[in-house]
T-cell receptor
Framework: GNSVTQMEGPVTLSEEAFLTINCTYT??????LFWYVQYPGEGLQLLLK?????DKGSNKGFEATYRKETTSFHLEKGSVQVSDSAVYFC?????????????FGTGTRLQVTL | DADVTQTPRNRITKTGKRIMLECSQT?????MYWYRQDPGLGLRLIYY???????NKGEISDGYSVSRQAQAKFSLSLESAIPNQTALYFC???????????FGPGTRLTVL
């Protein structure tokens, strides 16, 4: 079956530090890959996505590249801010027939300090 | 206004009570989903629906039921709540042919 593995947190960084959150996946077929972000007390928001191999998703300074050869979709940001403190979820999505299914990783909490 | 709304946002109830969580969406999507989120476990799918006539069980449907009253409304019920159903519950929607899902703000449910 499909599965997503992401690095355990919490990840604690100083403001302006470089961020990497690792995500690897196992899937049959050709999934789309997503990063969702959950700010404290809120629901999940789509941060970025990539729908095929070698695509790069980007948004708000975050980037992730769909690497089929390493089955990875690592999230990166060059300079984090305190406002980036949140829980980040990697997910893969597949469509089989009329079914749209998302499989989530367990989430990585990021804490950015001044 | 939010595209996906959930009511209530917080609920505290007692063991054995029947609880209904409601979800409404204005995105015009056919597909709707209910998930629960537990610390360290990510999100797990409870039920999903592709239209008002189609309901499907997810990976953790035991103890839950759903009703799709209209294209825009999808309710989750706990017939007899138990403490291990204490969790954060999310509703989500997606459009036909797309795997991306859009989430509501969540309902925090506590069962005492």
């Amino acid at each position: 079956g499909n599965s997503v593995t992401q690095m355990e947190g919490p990840v604690t960084l100083s403001e302006e530090a470089f961020l990497t959150i690792n995500c690897t996946y196992t899937a049959t077929g050709y999934p789309s890959l997503f990063w969702y972000v959950q700010y404290p007390g809120e629901g999940l928001q789509l941060l970025l996505k990539a729908t095929k191999a070698d695509d790069k998703g980007s948004n708000k300074g975050f980037e992730a590249t769909y690497r089929k050869e390493t089955t990875s979709f690592h999230l990166e940001k060059g300079s984090v801010q305190v406002s980036d403190s949140a829980v980040y979820f990697c997910a893969l999505g597949v469509i089989t027939g009329t079914a749209s299914k998302l499989t989530f990783g367990t989430g990585t909490r990021l804490q950015v300090t001044l | 206004d939010a595209d996906v709304t959930q009511t209530p946002r917080n609920r505290i109830t007692k063991t054995g009570k029947r609880i209904m969580l409601e979800c409404s969406q204005t995105k015009g999507h056919d597909r709707m989903y209910w998930y629960r989120q537990d610390p360290g476990l990510g999100l797990r799918l409870i039920y999903y629906s592709f239209d008002v006539k189609d309901i499907n069980k997810g990976e953790i449907s035991d103890g839950y039921s759903v009703s799709r009253q209209a294209q825009a409304k999808f309710s989750l019920s706990l017939e007899s709540a138990i403490p291990n159903q204490t969790a954060l519950y999310f509703c989500a929607t997606s459009a036909l042919g797309f795997s991306e899902q859009f989430f509501g703000p969540g309902t925090r449910l506590t069962v005492l």
